[in-house]
């Protein structure tokens, strides 16, 4: 469990970024008064880094915003239903990967569902409305921005108290029923700290599942939760405790994830990690990973059932889509499979997403099969043969379509160990080709 700092840092203490920017949007505010609050406080009062700022002002949060994205050259985002905005800082270093820096802002204000999990309808308040208005009282914390450091704590619901304690507490009794996503969220919470629900949330919590508040719930919102969830280093944890508070269930019945898909997800998260000394598996998105690593024991048709019901954006759902049936594909291929040489697993792998290739070498739990996988992505993908298409030209071979396949069945020879110089290559050229093509 994290240790809870007890008070707040000095800006001083802040990374420069963070620092410029909350003397900044106190100089954007003024005179109204601006506040951190949120998940911001909390992380800074557990001692963990945020790249995410979220401001509270009381005034014109959208005009503050824009004035301090002029300052600080960021983009802004403005959604003036809710009085908010959302600031996209640019990159000091592009090469960096710990990703953008960002800063919300919000008007204080109150907040009233006209029935349930529908979208907030919100008015102006003041910012102890607005601190009541939220979900956890570990997340219903601020502390106004002054100069050069954070004011004293402003605490009313006991967040401090539960942060402390490791305990995780809603504010009010129909929290569920007015937003479903919140079920997401607390687990979401309880994986990523280690901290406990506590008793009375947790009854709310089955109350609300068991009233059918996943049913009132937009597929495209819980696709947004999913993906959060699958996004945390410790994803597989909190998808049980769904599967466990049957919200998973909730969502199709048959999301009702089998034992073996946990195992499945541990190995998922333990194979990202290793995506860098793979290049094949760089630029896999850890999220869709996840969430194909959530499907990959069901059938085809439930998958596109599942889909159909969480609406995710088209390009994700058609991708995890194909990835399901072409990782299922190949990973059925490998483990029947007598023939493995390095050519037969490169037909296998290449065609593959990153997030299908990362999947699948998870399904693979041991074996011969597995082993061929991993050499090919460790080191075999790199093989490639030292004849070129000018080569081929140079033999007096008509450029088109079958310089294609002449080299991919020089890459294939090759990556099985029968040839090793150009000379090896060439003579295969040679006796290989007749008449415009491959003898096979």
Not at 84 to 96: Q, S, V
Request: proline share 7%; charged share 25%; net charge positive.
């Amino acid at each position: 469990m994290a240790t809870c700092l007890r008070q707040l840092p000095r800006f001083r203490d802040l990374d420069p970024v963070s620092r410029r920017s909350l003397e900044a949007a106190r100089r954007a505010a003024a005179p109204s008064p601006i506040y951190a609050v949120g998940g911001y406080v909390r992380d800074l009062l557990l001692g963990q880094r945020n790249v995410d700022i979220d401001l509270v002002v009381e005034g014109d949060a959208i005009a503050t915003a824009k004035r301090l994205a002029h300052f600080l050259k960021a983009v802004v985002t403005s959604h003036p239903r809710f009085g908010t905005a959302h600031l996209r800082l640019p990159e000091a270093c592009p090469r960096r990967r710990s990703g953008s820096r960002t800063l919300d802002f919000a008007t204080a204000r109150s907040e009233r569902y006209p029935h349930a999990a529908a979208l907030p309808e919100v008015q102006p308040a003041p910012l102890l409305a607005d601190l009541l208005r939220r979900d956890f009282s570990i997340n219903a914390m601020a502390a106004r921005i002054d100069r050069h450091r954070f004011g004293p704590l402003i605490d009313p619901l006991g967040g401090l108290r539960d942060l402390e304690r490791g305990r995780i507490r809603v504010l009010h009794e129909r929290s569920f029923i007015d937003d479903p996503t919140r079920l997401f969220r607390t687990a979401r919470f309880e994986g990523r700290y280690r901290f406990v629900i506590g008793r009375s949330t947790l009854r709310l919590m089955q109350a609300a599942v068991k009233g059918g508040a996943i049913r009132n719930l937009a597929g495209s919102r819980i696709f947004r939760e999913l993906y959060l969830v699958a996004k945390e280093p410790s994803a597989p944890r909190i998808i049980r405790r769904l599967r466990d508070l049957d919200v998973l269930a909730a969502i199709h019945p048959k999301l009702a994830l089998p034992a073996a898909a946990f195992g499945l997800l541990e190995r998922v998260r333990r194979v990202l990690p290793q995506a860098p000394s793979m290049p094949l598996l760089e630029g896999a998105a850890e999220g869709e990973a996840l969430l194909l690593g959530m499907l990959y024991l069901l059938h085809p048709k439930t998958v596109v059932a599942i889909l159909n019901r969480l609406t995710p954006p088209q390009r994700i759902a058609s991708k995890l889509a194909a990835d399901h049936k072409a990782c299922r594909h190949a990973a059925q291929k490998l483990i029947c499979a007598i023939d493995l040489r390095q050519s037969r697993i490169a037909r296998l792998l290449d065609p593959l997403s990153p997030e299908a290739r990362i999947v699948l070498l998870a399904g693979l739990v041991k074996g011969s099969a597995r082993e061929a996988a991993s050499r090919y992505l460790t080191t075999s993908w790199s093989v490639v043969p030292l004849f070129k298409g000018g080569d081929l030209h140079r033999l007096g071979l008509p450029p088109g379509p079958i310089y294609r396949r002449i080299l991919a069945a020089l890459r294939s020879a090759k990556l099985d160990g029968r040839l090793r110089t150009k000379e090896d290559e060439t003579s295969f050229v040679l006796q290989r080709f007749a008449h415009g093509s491959l003898r096979d």
